[in-house]
């Protein structure tokens, strides 16, 4: 059974803690990178200092989360990982777990990033491989795996999407009403697709937020 190369994976989680802190539309206050959201980091004192106006001032927090890191397991590391960037990490990673922290890590990435389809760095294809891989007994629990396990052929699932949104996502739900809350969520008046699938397209059921929903490997 292949281990997790743990030193390979540090390796890695550290290079993404040096990437250059991209601004946004609402920097200072919001930024874009693989560990910090905001360029409002905070220093020995306490205080939160500016460090797109003082790069210097960065080098404080990155230590700490350099020794984080260092003393981390695979589990520890993607928790510190600002969500959008978790699948970016699992595909930078992946070839370095075992087929357990794999599944595990995909699926924690999974259930906390807001919209996997819209990731920039993580492509249609990136997703698809990773959703072959993954071993299924591992990235379900015990529960979802039996749910799985019973779903048939010509089973209905829903997707509930907003405009402009992609109709062939990989995330679907049993449950229509849970797709007409993803439709209306944000004010917004989106739409509910439904689709009827084969067992073999179903690469999981996963309910850990009680949204029964079917992912496909589309």
């Known amino acids: 059974m292949k281990q997790t190369n743990i030193q390979k994976i540090r390796e890695i989680s550290i290079s993404l803690l040096y990437i250059e802190m991209c601004e946004t ?8 990178h693989p560990y910090f959201d905001s360029a409002y980091l905070p220093q020995k004192n306490g ?3 500016n460090v797109l106006e003082n790069p ?3 080098e404080y927090i990155r230590n700490i989360r350099r020794r984080q890191i260092e003393q981390g397991d695979v589990n520890q590391i993607i928790g510190l990982i600002n969500k959008p960037y978790r699948l ?8 370095y777990m075992s087929d357990k922290d794999r599944a595990e ?6 259930i906390t990033s807001e919209n996997t389809n ?4 993580v492509n249609r294809h990136d997703i698809q491989k990773m959703l072959r891989e993954v071993k299924k007994e591992y990235f379900m629990s015990t529960s979802d795996f039996e749910k799985y396990k019973s779903l048939s052929d010509g089973l ?4 509930g999407i907003q405009h ?4 062939d996502g990989f995330s679907w739900t049993l449950s229509k009403e849970k797709a007409k809350w993803f439709a209306s969520r944000f004010n917004n008046h989106g739409k509910v697709i439904e689709r009827k699938v084969q067992k073999k397209d179903i690469v999981a059921y996963i309910n850990d937020l009680n949204e029964q929903e079917i992912i496909l490997n589309v």
């Open 25 to 32: 539309e609402l920097s200072p206050l919001i930024v874009s």
């Open 88 to 95: 970016f990490y699992v595909k930078c990673c992946w070839d």
């Open 118 to 121: 819209h990731d920039v760095n």
């Open 56 to 58: 210097s001032a960065i």
């Open 47 to 49: 205080d939160p200092i």
């Open 164 to 167: 402009n949104a992609k109709e």
């Open 105 to 110: 890590s995909l699926k924690f990435a999974w």
């Open 156 to 159: 209905i699932v829903y997707r």
